[in-house]
């Protein structure tokens, strides 16, 4: 049985889920189907026609940010680094902002570790996915969720 | 009495204790930084020097304070010396009674009392970055200091003027400072949590703004959310409000350059 | 002034992996945006951040609009050898910033 202030939890939660997926309704559809073709092609140019395979790869970034102008960001990528077995690149995307590339990193077994930090714009609740292709060739991803909220108190003018 | 009248007698009663209930101020046991209301990945890029965008003002600052400006060809330094030690406490002590004008200035207008007095250097606009580079430069030689903004005969009727500020419903939503920052502090509005306003590390870096600001700015800035008109920067009425937001704040600590979303 | 922080270890281990901490002083211009009076801000971004190690390349970034203002590249290298450790961003409008650090290898 559930007791009223259960009841009350249960439905706050239910209804802050529904406001977390109704968040993602900010760019105009038509728009955002055509920021996702954007990002389609972009991977493309990447990676041809080469298999992208989950895996290997760590993208870090908060589920939920207060606010979309610098919001940390960490690839990491399982590798030893060696001059044999190394990361060669390091990619990100998204889906929604204007333009899908974000940064793309060129090192070697020189890095010692692969990754980099740093902080991004990200415009709207979205999908971002870091690629890395390794010194074999092959391609290795990660996808993140990112909730983006709003604040209330913005100076008027520019975001 | 009729039904109506009861009705609005009722009301005025609630209205007149809410009025009441909402002139309270936070007690000070209970007083938190903007810093405690934002993320855990805000707050780091405001706790690692290496990461802190505002850090790169500061260093600009420093860079400003030596060098010599002005007919009088004097720099910052050369009154003052090392900033380490001369600048530190001061910043937690501003707004400070200026005897020539009779009144309370702010840091960035002591820095150009400063420059223009004894640079004879034009002063710096409000919100330029070496006015901005300069305050935050010596606001960071207080960091972990406790603001402490002196309160006495000079200074209380312009505290009075600021806190009656605070207080007072304004614009066209009929808002006063106190109807969020006292009586909603911790409530969220539109999704992010509704800060206790406590000028603990200004000049600081918005996310928003993606540079510095400084405290006028983000007054100015809440002004026009209430939908009312923003006083000038560098007007007595900011200066006040400021004084009276400092001492609200007093005891906590300095910790400029902050970080806030 | 300060165009630039950069933050790593003065001294260090052969072989050992160094952290390497950059902020560089830039609004990253989107070119998406507009002024109150709808005219659009022309895009002005650091285009390319590279880190040489006693003038070989050790890491590089090619940036876009959506990195942030005031861009923060934070990475890691061997410390191969003693020497000096370059950091160049490159941008719009002719940016174009240098810093130079010197790292003790033993």
New interface residues.
């Given amino acids: 049985m559930t007791s009223r202030r259960e009841f009350l939890v249960l439905a706050c939660g239910a209804a802050s889920l529904t406001?977390a997926t109704t968040v993602g309704a900010q760019i105009d559809p038509n728009q955002a189907a055509l920021r996702r073709a954007a990002m389609q092609e972009a991977l493309r140019k990447v990676v041809g026609n080469a298999q992208v395979r989950r895996g290997k790869v760590r993208l870090e970034l908060?589920p939920?940010?207060?606010?979309g102008?610098?919001?940390?960001l960490a690839v990491r990528v399982e590798s030893p680094m060696t001059p044999a077995d190394h990361v060669r690149a390091i990619h990100v995307f998204?889906e929604k902002?204007?333009?899908p590339?974000?940064?793309?990193?060129?090192?070697?077994?020189?890095?010692?570790?692969a990754?980099?930090?740093?902080?991004?714009?990200?415009a709207d609740t979205q999908t971002v996915t870091a690629i890395a292709q390794l010194s074999d060739g092959s391609f290795w991803s990660d996808s993140a969720e990112v909730v983006v909220?709003?604040?209330?108190?913005?100076?008027?003018?520019?975001? | 009495m009729r039904p109506r009248l009861a009705w609005a007698a009722a009301a005025y009663v609630l209205v007149g204790f809410a009025g009441i209930y909402a002139a309270a101020e936070i007690p000070l046991a209970e007083r938190r930084s903007g810093y405690e209301f934002m993320s855990r990945e805000t707050r780091a890029m405001q706790d690692d020097d290496a990461g802190n965008p505002g850090m790169l003002w500061v260093l600009d600052g420093e860079a400003l304070w030596k060098r010599k400006t002005g007919a009088a060809d004097r720099a910052c330094a050369d009154c003052h010396g090392e900033a380490r030690a001369s600048m530190k406490g001061v910043a937690a002590r501003y707004p400070a009674f200026d005897a020539a004008r009779e009144r309370p200035v702010n840091l960035e207008e002591r820095i150009n009392l400063c420059r223009t007095g004894r640079q004879q250097a034009p002063p710096l606009a409000f919100e330029s970055r070496d006015l901005l580079a300069l305050a935050a430069y010596v606001a960071r030689q207080s960091r972990g200091l406790p603001i402490a903004v002196a309160i006495d005969t000079r200074t209380r009727p312009f505290l009075d003027a600021g806190r009656a500020s605070f207080f007072r419903r304004q614009g066209q939503l009929n808002l006063a400072c106190s109807q969020c920052h006292d009586d909603h502090w911790g409530a969220k509005l539109a999704g992010t949590p509704i800060p206790q306003a406590h000028p603990t590390g200004y000049p600081l870096y918005r996310l928003e703004w993606q540079g510095l600001g400084s405290l006028q700015r983000r007054l100015r800035s809440c002004f026009a959310g209430m939908r009312a008109e923003a006083y000038a920067y560098g007007s007595p009425e900011l200066v006040d409000l400021e004084l009276y937001l400092m001492w609200r704040a007093r005891e906590m600590k300095i910790e400029t350059p902050a970080v806030r979303p | 002034m300060a165009r630039a922080i950069v933050n790593l270890p003065a001294q260090a281990r052969r072989g050992e992996i160094i952290e390497i901490k950059t902020l560089a002083a830039h609004p990253m211009e989107t070119g998406f945006r507009r002024t109150q009076l709808g005219e659009l801000i022309p895009r002005d971004i650091i285009r390319r951040f590279v880190c040489t190690y006693n003038g070989a390349e050790v890491f590089r970034v090619d940036l876009h609009p959506a990195v942030a203002a005031n861009p923060l590249i934070a990475f890691t290298t061997v410390a191969t050898e003693s020497g000096t450790i370059e950091f160049q961003w490159v941008g719009d409008n002719g940016y174009a910033v240098t810093e130079t650090v010197s790292i003790r290898v033993e």
């Fill in positions: 406001a908060p939920l940010i207060d606010n102008n610098a919001v940390p998204t902002n204007p333009l590339d974000v940064v793309s990193v060129t090192l070697g077994p020189r890095a010692g570790r990754g980099i930090s740093t902080r991004v714009r990200i909220t709003l604040s209330a108190c913005l100076e008027e003018g520019l975001i």
